[in-house]
């Protein structure tokens, strides 16, 4: 059905019908979401809306009734919880969302007990501990469910134990981290776990229908890396490592994500890193003539480059598209001769 519409789209793109007509089009393709597709989605909707709530609300209630609920009943609460979480996840064991909703909901639950915990003894740990341990425990789950929405919960964890700890540890010489130090750490930490999870990916054949993990890890890792690249234009502390990395990271995800996994969602991130970087480069370059028509300049660079980088993305997403319909009448093709045969 979607693969219908975009068709229709690029159709229409293209001038092969009158775009007034598109409507028309689309309905007699029978391209239009039908009422069971959206009762679909908005099952989908209120389901991950409850389990949010839910955790939400028992967090929050600890926090306003601290005082008036004893030790044992706060920790006898949770842990009931949790209890009931677990039944639910064996009863519908064999309903793949439910029970990604059910372990992404005991993934909650770890947190508020681990908080809970520390709160209750005054265990004097840093907050990064804190979070570290949540997504060490809750790795399990995440391990079971293989939901989008558990891992990329224990990434946000993960980056932001290290975050928490950058700022109160000290370093091999006794003092704090600095920025580019922390900003080394979250390219490499986030470029490694993204090579684990493509390779993760690789080992399942409907890897490509679900990648908002894979996509986040992408835009950490490059947020980092493109970072890098800033401080070494304009603060030269970091001399051309930086800039290196950042070509090298830059060079490898477009060979990737152009040739072999095929992510417009990736190079369209990459594209605004590389216009950041350029444009950058230019402001560095002229210095301190802006008032001389810099500002000019640097306008028309960012709308060329946004252009170029505008029709390019366009363009290859029309090649993905082909490449797409061209493998699966191959497969099609394939499996009808299998049968025959």
């Keep these: 059905m979607h693969s219908n519409r975009n068709q229709i789209l690029q159709w229409a793109e293209s001038d092969q019908f009158e775009t007034e007509n598109i409507d028309l089009v689309i309905q007699i393709a029978e391209a239009e979401p039908k009422s069971a597709e959206w009762i679909n989605f908005l099952k989908i909707a209120m389901l991950w809306s409850a389990i949010i709530s839910i955790g939400s609300g028992v967090i929050f209630f600890f926090a306003y009734n601290w005082q008036d609920i004893s030790r044992f009943s706060k920790f006898a609460l949770v842990e009931s919880v949790m209890l009931i979480a677990t039944l639910a996840y064996i009863r519908i064991a064999s309903t793949k969302m439910l029970t990604s909703a059910t372990l992404m909901a005991m993934s909650i639950f770890t947190g508020a007990l681990l908080a809970l915990v520390g709160q209750t003894y005054q265990t004097g740990a840093d907050p990064w501990q804190l979070f570290a341990t949540w997504a060490l425990l809750m790795l399990p789950w995440a391990i079971i469910a293989k939901a989008s929405s558990v891992w990329i919960l224990w990434v946000a964890l993960i980056n932001l134990s290290v975050a928490l700890y950058l700022e109160v540890s000290d370093g091999m010489f006794g003092i704090l981290f600095s920025e580019e130090v922390g900003l080394w750490i979250f390219a490499i930490l986030n470029t490694a776990l993204l090579c684990v999870f493509e390779y993760l990916s690789l080992l399942q054949?409907?890897?490509?229908?679900?990648?908002?993990?894979?996509?986040?890890?992408?835009?950490?890792?490059?947020?980092?890396?493109?970072?890098?690249?800033?401080?070494?234009?304009?603060?030269?502390?970091?001399?051309?490592?930086?800039?290196?990395?950042?070509?090298?990271?830059?060079?490898?995800?477009?060979?990737?994500?152009?040739?072999?996994?095929?992510?417009?969602?990736?190079?369209?991130?990459?594209?605004?890193?590389?216009?950041?970087?350029?444009?950058?480069?230019?402001?560095?370059?002229?210095?301190?003539?802006?008032?001389?028509?810099?500002?000019?300049?640097?306008?028309?660079?960012?709308?060329?480059?946004?252009?170029?980088?505008?029709?390019?993305?366009?363009?290859?997403?029309?090649?993905?598209?082909?490449?797409?319909?061209?493998?699966?009448?191959?497969?099609?093709?394939?499996?009808?001769?299998?049968?025959?045969?």
């Excluded at 409907?206 to 493109?226: E, F, I, K, P």
């Excluded at 001389?292 to 306008?299: A, E, K, R, Y």
């Design 205 to 341: 054949k409907n890897a490509s229908n679900n990648r908002y993990v894979n996509q986040l890890l992408v835009l950490a890792a490059g947020t980092a890396t493109s970072f890098l690249a800033l401080w070494a234009i304009f603060e030269y502390k970091v001399e051309l490592a930086g800039f290196v990395f950042y070509a090298v990271w830059i060079g490898c995800a477009y060979y990737i994500y152009r040739y072999k996994i095929r992510d417009l969602f990736v190079l369209s991130m990459g594209s605004f890193s590389v216009i950041i970087v350029m444009v950058s480069l230019l402001i560095e370059g002229i210095g301190n003539k802006l008032d001389d028509g810099g500002f000019l300049l640097i306008s028309f660079a960012i709308i060329g480059l946004s252009t170029l980088a505008g029709m390019w993305l366009k363009n290859l997403s029309q090649q993905f598209s082909q490449e797409s319909d061209v493998l699966e009448s191959d497969a099609s093709s394939t499996s009808h001769a299998e049968v025959q045969s």
